[in-house]
């Protein structure tokens, strides 16, 4: 069994930060890429920002320049810092990962639960 648990939503103004975090537990072999996708109502799914094990990153266009990825492999677990918040940044936040569980000899996607996000102006 594994788990991706995010913490570190709620609701901040425009221009504020928050910082988002992810930690995955369970029989964990080892972990690849780690990121984070948002989907706000109405629309679908986006990239926000991925991690890979040795450290390379990947932004979504909007969010370059404000967003923060990094990761602490020894806690498996991932971190999102968002600042200069805007209200367009509105939307459930989902944490996402390629596990490798023990006893597997390949890696499967994982989703958090999602963790909601809110801008106000």
């Known amino acids: 069994q594994v788990q991706l648990v995010e913490s570190g939503g709620g609701l901040v103004q425009a221009g504020g930060s928050l910082r988002l975090s992810c930690a995955a537990s369970?029989?964990?072999?080892?972990?690849?890429?780690m990121g984070w996708y948002r989907q706000a109502p109405g629309k679908q799914r986006e990239l926000v920002a991925t991690?890979?094990?040795?450290?390379?990153?990947k932004y979504g266009d909007s969010v370059k320049g404000r967003f923060t990825i990094s990761r602490d492999n020894a806690k498996n677990t991932v971190y999102l810092q968002m600042n200069s918040l805007k209200p367009e940044d509105t939307a459930v936040y989902y944490c996402n990962a390629a596990i490798r569980k023990i006893g597997e000899f390949y890696a499967a996607p994982y989703w958090g639960q999602g963790t909601q996000v809110t801008v106000s102006s």
């Open positions: 991690i890979t094990s040795g450290g390379s990153t």
């Open positions: 369970g029989s964990i072999r080892s972990i690849n890429t």
